[in-house]
């Protein structure tokens, strides 16, 4: 008998990996040119295959990863009031704070959905006086810093360690393409890449379609590269059904971003992931390895075919990176309002990357059928 699907089946239930798709990073950076090149094919294979993978043998340290988590837990132990002077709304560049009331609550498809977590947001810190900075609201700037002991030496560090992290991983993709060196790599030299510090709430709402983590999403930036101390993740596998991804010691979840598939010409697919609501308490350390705020993204040789360009027409990185942003926090919607931030460029309320399961494309077609 065909089990019969309900709504809040598919936005919770996932099935599980039969073999975890771990790949160790010493292959590429121990490894001699044939056996780079190898493990670069691996990676794309992976990506293919299960749509991510996770990495081991990389040079971000158990001490580095206990740092950070102990930074993130003792602000995120902080009062209300504390917390408030750091809100996201107080930085021009987007940096701070983010409360559940920011994100908590959320209309879609005519039902009030929630979530179940704060953060703290930084990203590439540079000084007002760069002249990479933006000016007046953008995305490209300075931090802003609780005053906590060592919280700042200790997420710096963590940030330095995981932004190297990305460059090698992206250059292991250059390889495994067929793309020459440097191809992507040449276009992230100040980008607007974040590191958010993640804390889900303990709870007893239930796991439904209405109660979340996170909803479903790719990221906007080249690729994720995720640690976190719970399960709860779960992924869009290539054959586009929802799957657990459970975190592994000592590796991190490496997901596909929207710019890797476009500059793949969809060889690549950008990996749609979302957070069920497990009810328990649980921190994580996304950061979204980003290209450079004004880099042109659009496929790149050997996928810039005319079918390729058609399907990817250039966009700027940080142009689309800004317009989700937008659209998902409702402080710079109300400074747009106000006239107090003004875009030149349109702002698209959903991803055009987004795709869905086969589960919600048959739960889709029921519900236009009855």
Same mark, same amino acid.
């Given at each position: ?110 039902? =009030? ?86 804390? *889900? ?67 690549? =697919? ?60 409702? *402080? ?39």
């Amino acid at each position: 008998m065909t089990q019969t699907l309900t709504a809040d089946d598919v936005a919770t239930q996932g099935q599980h990996w039969r073999d975890l798709p771990l790949l160790d990073l010493r292959n590429w950076t121990q490894g001699n040119a044939q056996e780079k090149k190898q493990f670069a094919r691996q990676v794309i294979e992976t990506c293919k295959s299960a749509g991510f993978f996770y990495v081991s043998g990389h040079s971000v340290t158990p001490t580095l990863l206990q740092e950070v988590y102990a930074a993130s837990e003792s602000f995120h132990q902080q009062s209300v009031e504390f917390k408030a002077q750091y809100h996201i709304a107080n930085s021009r560049h987007h940096r701070g704070w983010v409360p559940t009331s920011e994100v908590g609550e959320f209309e879609k498809d005519g039902h =009030k959905h929630k979530v179940f977590y704060e953060s703290f947001d930084l990203s590439y810190d540079l000084s007002r006086d760069d002249d990479r900075a933006h000016e007046g609201y953008g995305l490209v700037g300075p931090n802003i810093w609780p005053d906590l002991a060592d919280f700042k030496p200790k997420v710096s560090r963590y940030y330095d360690a995981v932004y190297a992290l990305g460059r090698e991983i992206l250059s292991v993709f250059e390889c495994g393409l067929g793309m020459a060196p440097d191809t992507l790599l040449k276009y992230v030299t100040a980008p607007p890449s974040q590191l958010r510090l993640l804390k *889900y709430f303990e709870n007893q709402a239930p796991a439904d379609r209405l109660n979340h983590g996170i909803d479903a999403h790719s990221d906007f930036e080249c690729l994720t590269i995720l640690h976190a101390t719970h399960p709860g993740l779960q992924l869009l596998s290539a054959d586009d059904h929802w799957v657990e991804t459970p975190p592994i010691e000592n590796c991190f979840t490496i997901l596909i971003g929207d710019c890797l598939e476009a500059w793949t010409g969809g060889d690549l =697919k950008a990996t749609q992931h979302r957070v069920v609501n497990r009810g328990v308490e649980r921190f994580s350390l996304p950061f979204f390895f980003s290209a450079d705020y004004d880099c042109e993204v659009k496929p790149q040789a050997p996928f810039d075919t005319a079918e390729a360009r058609s399907a990817y027409p250039p966009f700027k990185a940080g142009e689309h990176l800004w317009s989700q942003t937008i659209t998902n926090f409702p *402080y710079l919607r109300e400074l747009i309002d106000k006239g107090k931030l003004t875009v030149d460029f349109e702002i698209t309320e959903e991803s055009p990357f987004k795709r869905l399961s086969v589960e919600e494309r048959m739960l889709l077609k029921k519900t236009a059928q009855s």
